[in-house]
């Protein structure tokens, strides 16, 4: 069973965006813009195809730790380690991708400025063209909101760009930019077009269910949407290992536990599009703000069912808060629509979100946290023979993070810092 990864590539993205807007006030769509960009740069440069596809992936990516870098600022971290810190977990992140050439320092390095006034205080010729590309293809969006710029204000967005760079941009970076902009390049960057531009240039790329790397792309994900908030930092990463344990005492095969690794590592990303303040206020929510809370099911969906293999994946993610008996959301399903993953899914999210420390209630231990699951069950909620599977499955691991998968503990130790 084949996934298209490209696809997934461009919903990661999408979600990426969304934190940037958020945080930084950057428009809408702004990592595709990066990228459609940089290929640009990259296929004038005379890049080959390998070099293109990780220039241009990088630069989808380039804020992969958006979610991290916020979530440590508000831990209390100043500001100017957190650049630091948001360049060097997004280089980690993005080298669990598979490429074909050498990326490092594309993403480390994408704040850097030639007089060593960055971050890392590099200086011209200390760090990869690559990066440098990436760091004007967004400074010039960032400042410029390119998708709005008027056709006829194109000679004079030229000129703003030279000077808005200045002292410490790469000059040949700023040229290549320039040689790209024109008219037909401004159109493609529109927020109507971008996607048409984007699939163009992202390579299709279409990967096997069972290779490992799945697992390891899955967690990368799962890591970018638990760090949205510091109570659900480790939410879907532990949904997504525990449902591998799951999987081992159900015996099912290797494409079957990857599709649920998958499903319960994404089973959240809509959670991306809810803002912050909600998702950690402490206390009741307004029936506004959990109504704000509910949309990400269907986020989930909307985004997950548009790539091609993920039909089951996006099912049974999408399917996490809906109930048996139904009253349930997005769709208010009832047991006769809800197959088993999507039974197992719900269960597993019910679990996680009683055991871990939330704004409103302390971490839980197995015990506590099977209370709740019993009663939950006994309302015919949520299934009770799956519910006495976990009992037996997960009580081990009372209070503390169940590990990795085998192919992301290869990682783990490889490189001394893993996902999970
Ligand atoms: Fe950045
Ligand atoms: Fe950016
Ligand atoms: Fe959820
Ligand atoms: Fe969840």
Same mark, same amino acid.
């Given at each position: 069973?084949? =996934? !298209?990864? %490209?696809? $997934?590539? +461009?919903?990661?993205?999408?979600?990426?965006?969304?934190? &940037?807007?958020?945080? *930084?006030?950057?428009?809408?769509?702004?990592?595709?813009?990066?990228?459609?960009?940089?290929?640009?740069?990259?296929?004038?440069?005379?890049?080959?195809?390998?070099?293109?596809?990780?220039?241009?992936?990088?630069?989808?990516?380039?804020?992969?730790?958006?979610?991290?870098?916020?979530?440590?600022?508000?831990?209390?971290? =100043? !500001?100017? %380690?957190? $650049?630091? +810190?948001?360049?060097?977990?997004?280089?980690?992140?993005? &080298?669990?991708?598979? *490429?074909?050439?050498?990326?490092?320092?594309?993403?480390?390095?994408?704040?850097?400025?030639?007089?060593?006034?960055?971050?890392?205080?590099?200086?011209?010729?200390?760090?990869?063209?690559?990066?440098?590309?990436?760091?004007?293809?967004?400074?010039?969006?960032?400042?410029?909101?390119?998708?709005?710029?008027?056709?006829?204000?194109?000679?004079?967005?030229?000129?703003?760009?030279?000077?808005?760079?200045?002292?410490?941009?790469?000059?040949?970076?700023?040229?290549?930019?320039?040689?790209?902009?024109?008219?037909?390049?401004?159109?493609?960057?529109?927020?109507?077009?971008?996607?048409?531009?984007?699939?163009?240039?992202?390579?299709?790329?279409?990967?096997?269910?069972?290779?490992?790397?799945?697992?390891?792309?899955?967690?990368?994900?799962?890591?970018?949407?638990?760090?949205?908030?510091?109570?659900?930092?480790?939410?879907?990463?532990?949904?997504?290992?525990?449902?591998?344990?799951?999987?081992?005492?159900?015996?099912?095969?290797?494409?079957?536990?990857?599709?649920?690794?998958?499903?319960?590592?994404?089973?959240?990303?809509?959670?991306?599009?809810?803002?912050?303040?909600?998702?950690?206020?402490?206390?009741?929510?307004?029936?506004?703000?959990?109504?704000?809370?509910?949309?990400?099911?269907?986020?989930?969906?909307?985004?997950?069912?548009?790539?091609?293999?993920?039909?089951?994946?996006?099912?049974?993610?999408?399917?996490?808060?809906?109930?048996?008996?139904?009253?349930?959301?997005?769709?208010?399903?009832?047991?006769?629509?809800?197959?088993?993953?999507?039974?197992?899914?719900?269960?597993?999210?019910?679990?996680?979100?009683?055991?871990?420390?939330?704004?409103?209630?302390?971490?839980?231990?197995?015990?506590?946290?099977?209370?709740?699951?019993?009663?939950?069950?006994?309302?015919?909620?949520?299934?009770?023979?799956?519910?006495?599977?976990?009992?037996?499955?997960?009580?081990?691991?009372?209070?503390?993070?169940?590990?990795?998968?085998?192919?992301?503990?290869?990682?783990?130790?490889?490189?001394?810092?893993?996902?999970?």
């Amino acid at each position: 069973m084949y =996934l !298209r990864m %490209d696809q $997934l590539s +461009l919903v990661i993205s999408r979600a990426l965006d969304i934190i &940037e807007k958020e945080k *930084f006030g950057a428009s809408k769509n702004h990592s595709m813009r990066v990228a459609v960009l940089c290929a640009a740069m990259g296929r004038r440069m005379g890049f080959d195809g390998d070099s293109l596809s990780a220039l241009t992936t990088c630069a989808l990516f380039h804020d992969n730790a958006l979610t991290e870098y916020m979530l440590s600022e508000r831990e209390g971290e =100043l !500001r100017a %380690d957190n $650049l630091r +810190l948001h360049c060097e977990y997004g280089q980690r992140n993005v &080298e669990w991708l598979p *490429f074909k050439k050498d990326v490092a320092g594309f993403i480390l390095y994408h704040h850097e400025l030639e007089d060593g006034s960055g971050p890392f205080g590099k200086k011209a010729g200390e760090y990869p063209f690559e990066a440098a590309l990436i760091a004007v293809a967004d400074q010039v969006d960032v400042r410029n909101h390119l998708q709005r710029v008027p056709p006829e204000d194109l000679p004079e967005l030229r000129w703003r760009i030279r000077e808005q760079l200045g002292a410490g941009v790469s000059p040949k970076a700023t040229g290549a930019l320039l040689d790209v902009l024109d008219g037909e390049m401004l159109e493609s960057l529109r927020d109507g077009a971008i996607y048409a531009a984007v699939e163009k240039t992202v390579p299709v790329w279409t990967a096997n269910i069972r290779d490992p790397l799945i697992i390891r792309i899955a967690g990368m994900v799962a890591h970018v949407i638990d760090y949205k908030s510091v109570f659900t930092k480790k939410h879907s990463i532990q949904i997504a290992n525990k449902s591998w344990l799951m999987a081992d005492y159900y015996e099912y095969t290797e494409t079957q536990k990857a599709q649920l690794y998958l499903a319960a590592a994404l089973h959240d990303i809509g959670k991306i599009a809810t803002p912050v303040e909600i998702l950690e206020k402490p206390g009741r929510l307004t029936d506004e703000e959990f109504a704000v809370i509910m949309r990400h099911a269907q986020y989930t969906r909307d985004w997950l069912c548009g790539i091609s293999g993920f039909e089951d994946i996006c099912r049974w993610a999408s399917n996490h808060h809906e109930k048996l008996i139904g009253g349930g959301y997005p769709c208010g399903k009832r047991a006769e629509e809800l197959d088993f993953d999507s039974r197992l899914l719900a269960c597993m999210d019910i679990y996680q979100a009683v055991c871990e420390e939330r704004p409103y209630h302390p971490a839980r231990s197995h015990a506590d946290t099977m209370e709740i699951l019993y009663g939950t069950a006994a309302k015919g909620e949520i299934d009770a023979a799956i519910v006495e599977d976990m009992d037996g499955v997960l009580a081990e691991y009372s209070l503390q993070d169940v590990p990795p998968p085998d192919p992301l503990k290869e990682r783990v130790l490889d490189k001394g810092k893993g996902v999970a």
